[in-house]
């Protein structure tokens, strides 16, 4: 695991660009190359990822993908949610199934994505993420182990200035531990549509959540568990990369360790209890 460093791989796609505009041709041309070669008109694997205003980000997701490296024949969904910057104009320069979700919202994304989708077996993916190579592999292997009915995998920041590799291992080493504790009897609270994977057969009977709440892919995960357990990818072959965007809306790293601490030690009893059946698409997030 990189402690004080962001994995040398990355460097490929952190493209320096800020707008639609900047990209030139040629890098386009490129990721397309790569992604007419691991894509299939027959996929066992659909990666739908869902988008919001990340006209470069997505960009960079792409690219990632395109370099996957798997024995499962694929393919992979962008679903653009309602997207208000150009977006749609970086999509349409890319060798990837598109579609158009005007209802806004995660849940609502995923639902048109896995509706579209031709594989048997989703993965979800995010539009500011980074994917290693071997993701696809180690997740679909889990996935299909028996009696699995949804996986998760893991995910690391990328250090930026004021967010220091070193402090960010930390924080993960210290996610880690909790979600631990979080799969005896809740695991769906570690499953985060950056990196999930689900039977398509399943999901389409249980469906997303259709309206903007966050925890759409923990209630898909929850709801799932009819069918089957929850496994835990933990190799490190599939971390899955970010930016530290969601510590930078905390306010900083001191803040946002802060705020986690407090939020995990507040609820750590009920980690061992398992949640009552309920309906997922009309409880709230408490």
Same mark, same amino acid.
């Given at each position: 695991?990189?402690?004080?460093?962001?994995?040398?791989?990355?460097?490929?796609?952190?493209?320096?660009?800020?707008?639609?505009?900047?990209?030139?041709?040629?890098?386009?041309?490129?990721? =397309? +190359?790569?992604?007419?070669?691991? #894509?299939?008109? *027959?996929? &066992?694997?659909?990666?739908? %990822?869902?988008?919001?205003?990340?006209?470069?980000?997505?960009?960079?997701?792409?690219?990632?993908?395109?370099?996957?490296?798997?024995?499962?024949?694929?393919?992979?969904?962008?679903?653009?949610? =309602? +997207?208000?910057?150009?977006?749609? #104009?970086?999509? *349409?320069? &890319?060798?990837?199934?598109? %579609?158009?979700?005007?209802?806004?919202?995660?849940?609502?994304?995923?639902?048109?994505?896995?509706?579209?989708?031709?594989?048997?077996?989703?993965?979800?993916?995010?539009?500011?993420?980074?994917?290693?190579?071997?993701?696809?592999?180690?997740?679909?292997?889990?996935?299909?182990?028996?009696?699995?009915?949804?996986?998760?995998?893991?995910?690391?920041?990328?250090?930026?200035?004021?967010?220091?590799?070193?402090?960010?291992?930390?924080?993960?080493?210290?996610?880690?531990?909790?979600?631990?504790?979080?799969?005896?009897?809740?695991?769906?609270?570690?499953?985060?549509?950056?990196?999930?994977?689900?039977?398509?057969?399943?999901?389409?009977?249980?469906?997303?959540?259709?309206?903007?709440?966050?925890?759409?892919?923990?209630?898909?995960?929850?709801?799932?568990?009819?069918?089957?357990?929850?496994?835990?990818?933990?190799?490190?072959?599939?971390?899955?990369?970010?930016?530290?965007?969601?510590?930078?809306?905390?306010?900083?790293?001191?803040?946002?360790?802060?705020?986690?601490?407090?939020?995990?030690?507040?609820?750590?009893?009920?980690?061992?209890?398992?949640?009552?059946?309920?309906?997922?698409?009309?409880?709230?997030?408490?």
């Amino acid at each position: 695991m990189n402690v004080f460093n962001n994995p040398k791989w990355l460097q490929q796609f952190q493209f320096s660009y800020t707008r639609f505009e900047e990209v030139p041709g040629f890098v386009f041309k490129s990721i =397309n +190359s790569d992604l007419d070669k691991i #894509q299939s008109a *027959d996929p &066992l694997v659909s990666i739908i %990822v869902s988008a919001w205003n990340e006209e470069v980000n997505i960009l960079r997701c792409v690219a990632s993908l395109a370099k996957s490296k798997t024995t499962s024949p694929l393919e992979i969904i962008v679903v653009n949610n =309602n +997207s208000t910057d150009k977006t749609g #104009q970086t999509l *349409d320069q &890319l060798h990837v199934r598109t %579609v158009f979700q005007g209802i806004q919202g995660w849940g609502p994304a995923r639902q048109l994505g896995m509706e579209k989708a031709k594989g048997k077996y989703i993965l979800l993916a995010d539009a500011d993420c980074y994917y290693p190579e071997n993701w696809v592999n180690e997740m679909v292997a889990a996935l299909q182990r028996d009696g699995v009915a949804c996986v998760y995998g893991r995910y690391a920041f990328i250090s930026e200035p004021g967010y220091p590799r070193w402090k960010l291992f930390l924080l993960e080493q210290m996610k880690n531990i909790i979600a631990e504790v979080r799969h005896f009897k809740r695991p769906y609270l570690n499953a985060y549509g950056m990196s999930m994977g689900y039977v398509r057969e399943h999901g389409m009977k249980i469906g997303f959540v259709m309206h903007k709440i966050r925890g759409e892919d923990g209630r898909m995960c929850f709801d799932l568990m009819q069918y089957g357990g929850v496994k835990q990818v933990k190799s490190v072959k599939a971390i899955v990369w970010t930016n530290p965007r969601s510590l930078q809306r905390d306010g900083g790293f001191g803040k946002a360790l802060s705020n986690r601490i407090i939020k995990e030690m507040r609820r750590f009893s009920s980690m061992f209890i398992p949640h009552r059946p309920h309906d997922t698409k009309t409880s709230t997030n408490e």
